[in-house]
């Protein structure tokens, strides 16, 4: 069974920074895209950030310029270093990866639980 378990997230000024973690495990053969979303109240679910198995990311216009999307491979972890934050960054986020399960041929779309980001201004 594949787990994602998000840390990191919080309650800050605007024009503060957080740093967000998504540590994947379980039986994994491997992982491909790895990725951040959020969803704000009455919002639908959207993109942050995406990052390749390569290490290409991809941003939402939204956050170019103020978020980093990283990740560590070898402890099969994702991150989201946000600055600049501003009121509208406000939202669950929600970390994504597309994981091969151990004895399974297809990647699969797993989420963590969500984390609350509140910027206040």
């Known amino acids: 069974q594949v787990q994602l378990v998000e840390s990191g997230g919080g309650l800050v000024q605007a024009g503060g920074s957080l740093r967000l973690s998504c540590a994947v495990s379980g039986s994994i053969i491997s992982i491909n895209a790895m990725g951040w979303y959020r969803q704000a109240p009455g919002k639908q679910r959207e993109l942050v950030a995406v990052i390749t198995s390569g290490g290409s990311p991809n941003y939402a216009d939204s956050v170019k310029g103020r978020f980093t999307i990283s990740r560590d491979n070898a402890k099969n972890t994702v991150y989201l270093q946000m600055n600049s934050l501003k009121p509208e960054d406000t939202a669950v986020y929600y970390c994504?990866?597309?994981?091969?399960?151990?004895?399974?041929?297809?990647?699969?779309?797993?989420w963590g639980q969500g984390t609350q980001i509140t910027v206040s201004s």
């Open positions: 994504s990866a597309d994981v091969m399960p151990y004895r399974n041929n297809y990647y699969y779309k797993n």
